[in-house]
């Protein structure tokens, strides 16, 4: 595989590994899988850069959006130009008032909604008649459906709270254009599922593992920095099932803290006085098939450097460590272990470890 950046999409989210492909690609092209299983697609970059290089893809992730991220780019049937007339009929709706206006939208005076009334509307007249198309045009059009309305928010980034004056962008008019789909190459699969339900049935060369990362910080912890939380819109856009809603934010009732928490995003400890989030990770490692895993991780993770460093030795060979933010090789004399930086003046670093299992 060549360890060139292909050009993927995907919406603004805390956890995209947009600026790292360049680094996972050129870590990937060193043990040159024919198979990698990227066990949190999120978006699905990572996902669609390895479809662009020919590798065949297992993509999977928790959140139902993703799911549909995956079957567009991944699985869809037809070239893009097979969608041109869809998108055109559904740009041309009249909007329609219904639920996603109801609870998401505000004029000009009206503050602290994800977006104006006249984009709302328009969504939720084209999300009525998605409901109508087949499985692939569904997914395509959810996609583009998707990364239209992302396109004209008022929020930082996430949907756990919104901005007190509307953004810029939240002026425009949202706009749906179809998705830069993938020729299929191979016959890549897409999961929806918890990662202890799938790892140990997946054969793949290459395990790409981006864990959501719970904050290391004692005194505020992660349960308000839930990915469930952060993008409980785009779920409800997929399921179009008019939830229960909670809170200032309007989020779904199942992204509460109590319901939605991943086991990596934990602070507490076991009773072993060790982290949980440490433990999940090496168990992931250690149920893995795959010869090779690239795993990123944060230093503002829960887990330390010294216990991060101890999960890879019991689980395999440190082959690289990277700092991406200076592409730098700190592998040497564990080097890497003094970047691990906790204050909280400094900026997280991300890091990728390459193991051979």
């Known amino acids: 595989m060549s360890p060139a950046t292909p050009r993927t999409e995907g919406i603004k989210y805390a956890g995209s590994k947009l600026k790292l492909l360049p680094h996972i690609l050129e870590l990937a092209a060193r043990v040159e899988p024919g198979t990698v299983f990227d066990g949190f697609s999120g978006t699905t970059r990572v ?46 709706l009249p909007g329609k008032d219904g639920w996603f206006t109801e609870h998401y939208s505000g004029d000009v005076n009206d503050l602290k909604k994800p977006w104006q009334r006249h984009n709302t509307l328009k969504l939720d007249a084209i999300r009525e008649e998605i409901e109508q198309l087949s499985p692939d045009e569904k997914a395509v059009a959810l996609t583009s459906l998707i990364l239209a309305m992302d396109e004209v928010d008022s929020t930082i980034g996430h949907y756990a709270s919104y901005l007190s004056d509307w953004s810029p962008r939240s002026y425009r008019e949202m706009k749906l254009r179809v998705p830069r789909l993938i020729p299929k190459t191979r016959e890549h699969e897409v999961h929806h599922a918890d990662i202890f339900d799938l790892v140990g049935s997946i054969e793949a060369d290459l395990a790409y593992y981006d864990p959501p990362y719970g904050s290391n910080n004692d005194k505020m912890p992660p349960s308000r920095v839930r990915y469930a939380a952060y993008y409980h819109l785009w779920t409800s856009i997929c399921l179009f099932d008019s939830p229960t809603l909670f809170g200032k934010a309007n989020r779904r009732a199942d992204t509460s803290d109590m319901l939605s928490a991943s086991v990596f995003e934990e602070y507490r400890k076991n009773e072993a006085g060790r982290f949980v989030v440490v433990e999940a990770i090496e ?10 895993v690239i795993l990123s991780y944060s230093s503002g993770g829960r887990a330390t450097a010294e216990e991060l460093n101890d999960v890879i030795s019991r689980s395999g060979k440190l082959i690289d460590a990277i700092e991406v933010d200076y592409k730098r090789n700190v592998m040497g004399g564990m080097r890497w272990t003094h970047e691990w930086i906790r204050d909280a003046e400094q900026t997280n670093r991300e890091f990728l470890f390459l193991i051979e299992k």
Request: proline share 4%; glycine share 4%; hydrophobic share 40%.
């Open 283 to 292: 168990r992931l490692l250690q149920q893995t098939k795959a010869r090779h």
């Open 47 to 92: 996902s669609q850069a390895f479809a662009q290089c020919g590798v065949r893809v297992i993509a999977n992730d928790i959140a139902v959006w993703s799911k549909v991220f995956g079957d567009c780019y991944l699985l869809s049937p037809h070239p893009a130009e097979h969608y041109q007339d869809l998108i055109d009929h559904l740009n041309a």
